[in-house]
């Protein structure tokens, strides 16, 4: 059996995720046009937090695992008093270019940040990358004041997709990025370890995971697959096709491919 990845490995995987490019955070159309974002969401099925996060005037937030700093830049341009915190030096570098608050993290073991530090934590597809989830989420627990939310992003181990797609279920084993798999069960279990009470949880699954399925059950022998534009799947008809056909089939599907889960601590 392979041993898991280092944290240090983790951070070079995720620069190397990059392929080596600049990366710059800008304002796009998502950020600059709130109610056109949101409409297309609700279409693409797509999981944003400028979407669902409700942060009060004064409220201190965290974004875990802020990757390129869309998130971050949205909320910090809002007057929110926010911080992120990411392992990849590419992305680290990129968000400090932009002026934005980042503090780097050296072991997903522990959040640099001292005890009650925030009233909001969220996690857009991080959970899954942790080596010690009991050790992670009592940080998350620690770093998080009394009454503070906690909302996480995981792939759904319990999708009506994982068993249509079975072993080419790419959006959420993703090897080697993806460590563990989680329900809102077991993740309700673990949070209630260390004091956090699930307040919420829904799922839906974005056209862009379903496609990178659709894509690695077609064309199983391609290892970048993520990389791969096919013009059978990947052309804007297609892509408009089946978006709508998924958002037909999901009114009848109650587990999707992305799982939100919240909590409050006591």
Not at 54 to 69: C, F, N
Not at 135 to 152: D, Q, Y
Request: hydrophobic share 40%; glycine share 8%.
């Amino acid at each position: 059996m392979n041993p898991m990845p280092s944290d240090a490995e983790l951070g070079e995987f995720y620069s190397a995720y990059t392929r080596g490019d600049r990366v710059e955070v800008r304002a796009g159309v998502g950020s600059r046009r709130p109610g056109l974002r949101r409409a297309y969401h609700r279409f693409s099925g797509d999981v944003d937090p400028r979407d669902f996060l409700k942060i009060p005037d004064g409220a201190r937030v965290l974004d875990y695992g802020s990757g390129g700093g869309t998130y971050l830049a949205y909320f910090d341009a809002r007057g929110v008093d926010i911080v992120g915190a990411e392992i990849s030096d590419v992305l680290l570098e990129a968000s400090s270019r932009a002026g934005l608050n980042v503090r780097r993290v050296d072991s997903f073991d522990n959040i640099p940040f001292s005890d009650r530090s925030f009233d909001i934590v969220y996690l857009m597809q991080v959970f899954e990358h942790v080596r010690s989830p009991r050790r992670f989420m009592e940080e998350l627990s620690r770093v998080l004041k009394p009454g503070g939310e906690l909302h996480l992003a995981v792939p759904n181990a319990a999708s009506f997709w994982r068993r249509v797609f079975g072993r080419h279920w790419v959006s959420g084993w993703f090897a080697p990025f993806h460590l563990a798999h989680y329900t809102a069960a077991s993740l309700a279990q673990l949070g209630a370890v260390y004091g956090l009470q699930m307040s919420s949880t829904w799922s839906r699954t974005p056209e862009s995971w379903f496609r990178l399925n659709l894509k690695a059950a077609l064309y199983s022998d391609d290892n970048e697959i993520e990389y791969r534009r096919s013009r059978l799947i990947d052309s804007a008809p297609m892509k408009l096709i089946l978006t709508g056909l998924l958002r037909v089939c999901e009114t009848f599907v109650r587990e999707r491919d992305c799982l939100v889960v919240s909590f409050v601590k006591d």
